[in-house]
């Protein structure tokens, strides 16, 4: 029987970049996908600066996936159009399935890090360490040292090895099409976000592609399904996009961080361990992170005789992303309890503006609470 170091199932951007950061450490990885790859994925369809900087940093060529970087914001409350110019850039636009294809083939090599898609999974044997699964109608069973679930929000798999840190659910929603005469004027380098006075915590996007547009809405507040219908209906109205092309929705898991996402030599990582943004859903730089932080307990776990990996990577992902995470949270709470004063404050203010922009940049966090007074004193003052 064949064995793998680690064997990964999942290759979106958590599984992925995982697998790459191991073979430069020359780990041998199988790296599991049920879907054809490229896939189609519900998505925005954007990296922010901070998810895009780490790419950069490894020197990967992300900028051949990029269709143009935006350096705009463009907010509407009801009928208020509001257009922000931090004059740095935000966010790069790209489609999702350009970028998971990117982050497959600077992992895959066939030599250290071996790619099968349109696999089903059919057993994973905990006890022997083994996996089995189907491709091609065949079955086959491999050994692994180390397991990594980088399923997304399969919770049947995380159910299958006992890991199931999933607190709640948000929801996003994606559309691809044109621009529509609306927004065309903003179209070459602006990002919108909008809310609607008949739906409170509800937010709709609009990223900006080459040609095309990437449009739906967000909500962490407890999705009703007619809520989204009535205002999806309404947002295509106010933009004129065509509405015979159908949104695709997608769960967003948020951890509960008094559940484990590790148990002896099995890892979960990206969605699978609920490692998204609360605040603005967004899960791309979190599976970055992740997958520096798996691949640094992954190679103690190899080098070190009876490293606990399974509690030191859980004792890092907390300290490292907890804090983070948790004034995420706040901050989600701040916008469903006063969502219109939030929106005002966050886009039609200078500083709560500064605020916002350097979020999205990376440059200042979520619970770096001293610097966000800071930042907001200084733009009063």
């Given at each position: ?34 879907q ?51 004059k ?9 399935s ?110 900006p ?22 205002m ?12 015979k092309?159908?949104p ?45 932080i ?23 992902v ?56 800071k ?7």
């Amino acid at each position: 029987m064949v064995k793998y170091n680690v064997i990964i199932v999942g290759a979106g951007p958590a599984g992925s970049y995982l697998a790459y950061k191991l073979k430069t450490k020359g780990i041998n990885v199988l790296l599991l996908e049920k879907q054809k790859f490229p896939r189609y994925k519900a998505c925005a369809g954007g990296l922010s600066k901070k998810a895009y900087d780490i790419l950069y940093s490894d020197n990967i060529n992300v900028t051949k996936i990029v269709e143009k970087s935006v350096s705009k914001g463009l907010y509407v409350r009801d009928n208020k159009f509001t257009v922000t110019e931090p004059k740095k850039e935000l966010i790069y636009m790209t489609y999702r399935s350009k970028l998971d294809n990117l982050l497959v083939e600077i992992a895959v090599d066939d030599k250290t890090v071996f790619f099968k898609d349109k696999v089903s999974i059919k057993k994973i044997d905990r006890k022997d360490n083994t996996i089995a699964y189907i491709e091609k109608r065949k079955s086959h069973e491999v050994k692994y040292d180390v397991l990594v679930g980088a399923w997304g929000t399969n919770i049947k798999f995380n159910k299958l090895i006992d890991l199931n840190p999933i607190w709640r659910y948000s929801v996003s929603s994606s559309w691809e099409g044109p621009p529509g005469p609306r927004y065309k004027k903003y179209f070459e380098d602006h990002v919108l976000s909008q809310i609607m006075k008949k739906y409170p915590a509800h937010v709709g996007y609009i990223f900006p592609k080459s040609e095309l547009i990437t449009a739906g809405l967000f909500t962490s507040k407890n999705p009703d399904p007619k809520i989204l219908k009535d205002m999806w209906k309404d947002f295509v109205k106010f933009w004129k996009l065509d509405n015979k092309i159908k949104p695709k929705y997608a769960w967003i898991p948020i951890r509960d961080f008094k559940k484990p996402i590790a148990n002896n030599n099995m890892l979960l990582v990206g969605d699978a361990a609920g490692l998204t943004d609360p605040f603005v859903g967004e899960g791309i730089y979190y599976a970055f992170i992740n997958g520096m932080i798996a691949s640094k307990h992954i190679q103690n776990y190899f080098k070190i005789k009876d490293y606990n990996l399974a509690e030191e990577y859980n004792r890092d992902v907390d300290s490292k992303l907890f804090d983070v995470i948790k004034w995420a949270k706040v901050y989600e709470s701040m916008f469903h309890y006063m969502p219109n004063f939030s929106f005002w404050l966050g886009s039609e203010t200078s500083f709560g503006n500064k605020i916002v922009t350097s979020l999205i940049t990376g440059e200042i966090k979520y619970n770096e609470i001293k610097k966000v007074i800071k930042l907001a004193n200084n733009r009063i003052f």
